[in-house]
């Protein structure tokens, strides 16, 4: 089985910056993809961006050029730096991992931007 354990969710300031961590742990297949999703009161769940082992990254176009994401193969951690939020990125974000057809979610974490 795979845990995801997420954190560093909470309030900012619009324009502020926070950072998500999510460390996985159990069996997990070396070729494998780990990202962020995020899921807005009465909106579907969306990609935030993810990125492979080998370093592909991947965007969604409402976030490119504010959120980076990077991840620490050893610890089979993943990062999700956010900067300049703004209101409408409050959501509550969810780590992923997954690889084939496999794939895993994290609790969740909560991120609100408001002033």
């Known amino acids: 089985q795979v845990q995801l354990v997420e954190s560093g969710g909470g309030l900012v300031l619009p324009g502020g910056s926070l950072r998500l961590s999510c460390a996985a742990s159990?069996?997990?297949?070396?070729?494998?993809?780990m990202g962020w999703y995020r899921q807005a009161p009465g909106k579907q769940r969306e990609l935030v961006a993810d990125?492979?082992?080998?370093?592909?990254?991947n965007f969604a176009d409402s976030v490119k050029g504010r959120f980076t994401i990077s991840r620490d193969n050893i610890k089979n951690t993943v990062y999700l730096q956010m900067n300049s939020l703004k209101p409408e990125d409050t959501a509550v974000y969810y780590c992923?991992?997954?690889?084939?057809?496999?794939?895993?979610w994290g609790q969740g974490t909560q991120v609100t931007v408001s002033s």
């Open positions: 159990g069996s997990i297949s070396y070729s494998n993809t």
């Open positions: 992923n991992l997954g690889w084939g057809s496999v794939t895993f």
């Open positions: 990125i492979t082992r080998a370093g592909s990254r």
